[in-house]
């Protein structure tokens, strides 16, 4: 992302989120976003994915620059090439488990035989695999957080969001979540940008930006904390 300006109307005045602010988020590493709740982290995440649009500059995912693609262009893009790891999971209630995982690769057209496979390795890897007839209500915190990351990265996106992704969560289970995800990203080699106020998955980043003053600024993972 490069040069962004982002504002929104509230209360009839213009809030600056944005000024100029430009990051880079290598693939294979993890990208962590921190900062004072209300200065546009979560809005950082939407802009990256195209859910919304920057006033000025450019946002590039890989090599598409998703900030000039029309809306119907920018959904298509995020289905195939980005996942969403969110911290109230979002699960689908009235699914099972592998429903849950293999919804967005069959929207995407993925043939069912090759959703099932990716969705049972993932969810064999995420210690899940008993599980994956039940439903999400039968399931603890962790067991859904685990359900929504296998969902994140079932059809093998580019590059990873997630949102709060340990908030819900004891301090355990919030660090085998990111050991699981960060883990897959360097050996995967996709991009993970992830929004967090916790000390414990900040100390899993390769790099750390801290949003404040409508900029980003860059920090040093060994003595951020």
């Known amino acids: 992302m490069s040069d962004i300006d982002k504002s929104f109307d509230d209360s009839g005045s213009r809030r600056v989120i944005f000024r100029r602010a430009s990051a880079r988020f290598p693939s294979g ?28 500059g450019f946002i590039q995912v890989g090599d598409h620059c998703i900030s000039t693609m029309n809306d119907t262009a920018r959904t298509l893009f995020r289905r195939r090439h980005i996942g969403f790891i969110y911290q109230f999971f979002n699960l689908i209630p009235v699914l099972t488990v592998l429903e849950n995982v293999t919804l967005i ?40 957080q685990r359900v929504a990351i296998v969902r994140a990265l079932v059809n093998e996106p580019d590059l990873v969001l997630a949102d709060e992704p340990t908030g819900n969560l ?56």
């Open 29 to 56: 590493r993890t990208s962590v976003i921190v900062g004072k709740s209300g200065v546009g982290k979560s809005s950082l995440l939407n802009l990256i994915s195209g859910i919304d649009l920057p006033d000025k």
């Open 105 to 144: 690769a069959e929207l995407d057209k993925v043939p069912q035989k090759i959703c099932r496979r990716r969705a049972e390795a993932l969810l064999d890897q995420a210690g899940l695999r008993d599980r994956r007839h039940d439903f999400p209500e039968t399931l603890s915190g962790g067991e859904q």
């Open 170 to 225: 004891d301090q355990e289970t919030g660090a085998k979540i990111m050991e699981m995800i960060s883990g897959l990203a360097r050996k995967k080699n996709k991009t993970l940008v992830m929004v967090t106020h916790s000390p414990d998955a900040a100390a899993w980043a390769d790099q750390i930006f801290s949003v404040g003053s409508g900029i980003l600024t860059p920090m040093d993972p060994a003595t951020h904390g």
